[in-house]
């Protein structure tokens, strides 16, 4: 079979498993509401306390600053948990029943990692469309470069989140072990609620290993409306090796999924 024909059906396969696992949030928008509670909770009640206490020395203002934190998060969150829906899937042998399926197993990740983007991209909409009003300035070219960022890192973090639940089959507990242990470290350590020029030195340096904090830099970046800006590049080159690498062990792990 020619290399055309294997991408051509590589793509067709992964359109349909993208459709199939988006149904049940087309007939169920309320988890798409669901999801908006947290960043909106932060952003109403984490926002003033940040504008209060360090408003005036914010490039850009607090929203600026804040808002794109935001929509990280909101990714950050929602990705690194789309494993669970595997493990589910696990339990009720749904899972099994699509692997004898024609479909390759490669699409059975890219599909699921790609599925997330869809609730994500209108979480970020909605996040803008609210805070424009409270003095977030939207820069239409930055704003679409930097969802398309979020984009890609959010599919190599969801393609981890389905390696760790297939790792973790068997012990589904061990699945919010691991996520909630990388996670807020993660977070914390990108600067993402609050700058680290002012924290201890030892977290500085963590941050530099910490490929979330180039995100995060990046995001802040675009959505002033700068897209040339090396701190840009920095936050491609994050989110790409972030996709590369969880492409790859994710599709591995999908391949041994059966055994």
Known sequence: MSTVTLERNLFRDTSFVMRRELKPVLRDPFSLIFGMIQPLVFLALFGPLLAGSLGGSLDGGV???????????????????????????????????????????SSLLIGRALKEMVPLFGQAVIVIAVMTPFGFDLHPLGALVGLALLAVFGVGLGSFSYALAIAVRKQEWMFWVVQQTFLFPLMILSGMLLPLETGPEWMRVASKFNPLSYLVDAERTLFSGDVTSTTVLWGWLAAIVTVALGLTVGIRSMLRSAD
């Open 63 to 105: 929203w600026q600053w804040f808002v794109p934190a935001i929509l990280v998060m909101t990714t950050l969150f929602g990705t690194s948990a789309t494993g669970s829906n595997l493990l589910t899937e696990f339990v009720t042998g749904a899972h099994e029943r699509m692997l004898v399926t024609p479909l390759s197993r």
